[in-house]
């Protein structure tokens, strides 16, 4: 059974840094690209950020490049978001998923985590 | 950039009726890159058509998709109760996009 644990998450201000992560397991990791997407409260889903399966290729949105950075440690079966230079406007849940670009969707999904930028 | 639009916002019918959801891109894409997801509350996105009319692992044949070009389709036969959801379609081409979404309400 796929399965993707999600950790991390809170209350940061805005400004701050925040690290997401995302578990995998149930599957070979390593034959996968892995992304992010996320769901402001309210609001309909936003796809974030994607890697390939090794990390040397990544993609991401607008509203996050230069702040967000995607990574993946395929020895220990994990995706990772980093998030700097957060905003008022990435209060979201956060989602990790298992597809990117050998796909083109998005089959298995984490629990979701939220993030919550405030001051 | 491809920008998908979803019809109607709002769905309301009774159990056993037939829902039909429509996503439309506002140029032509290869139906290889669509893709529908049942998302709801509280819970992650489920993925449930991909390649515009293959269902996906575990999902029940009450669902089927269809289209090409600009307009694809979403059919929900005999709607059940635990159908209540909001049902997104997702584009690649070349970043990832989904549309704003349908909620589909049971009476």
């Known amino acids: 059974e796929v399965r993707l644990v999600q950790s991390g998450g809170g209350v940061v201000r805005p400004g701050g840094s925040l690290r997401l992560s995302c578990a995998a397991s149930g599957f070979t990791f390593d034959e996968y690209g892995m992304s992010w997407v996320r769901q402001v409260p309210g609001k309909g889903l936003e796809w974030v950020s994607s890697s390939n399966w090794n990390g040397g290729t990544t993609g991401y949105a607008d509203s996050v490049k230069g702040r967000f950075t995607i990574s993946r440690d395929n020895a220990k079966n994990s995706l990772y978001l980093q998030l700097n230079s957060v905003r008022v406007e990435d209060t979201a849940v956060y989602f990790c998923?298992?597809?990117?670009?050998?796909?083109?969707?998005?089959?298995?999904w984490g629990q979701g985590t939220l993030v919550t930028v405030s001051s | 950039e491809v920008v998908l639009t979803q019809s109607p916002g709002t769905l309301s019918l009774s159990p056993g009726e037939r829902a039909t959801l429509s996503c439309r891109a506002s140029q032509s894409v290869s139906s290889y890159y669509l893709a529908w997801y049942q998302h709801k509350p509280g819970q992650a996105p489920r993925l449930l058509i991909y390649?515009?009319?293959s269902r996906a692992a575990g999902i029940p044949d009450r669902f089927s998709g269809s289209g090409s070009g600009t307009d694809f389709t979403l059919t929900i036969n005999r709607l059940e109760p635990e159908d209540l959801a909001v049902y997104y379609c997702q584009l690649y081409g070349p970043a990832f996009t989904f549309g704003p979404g349908t909620k589909v309400d049971i009476k």
């Open positions: 998923a298992r597809g990117a670009w050998e796909l083109y969707f998005f089959d298995n």
């Open positions: 390649g515009a009319s």
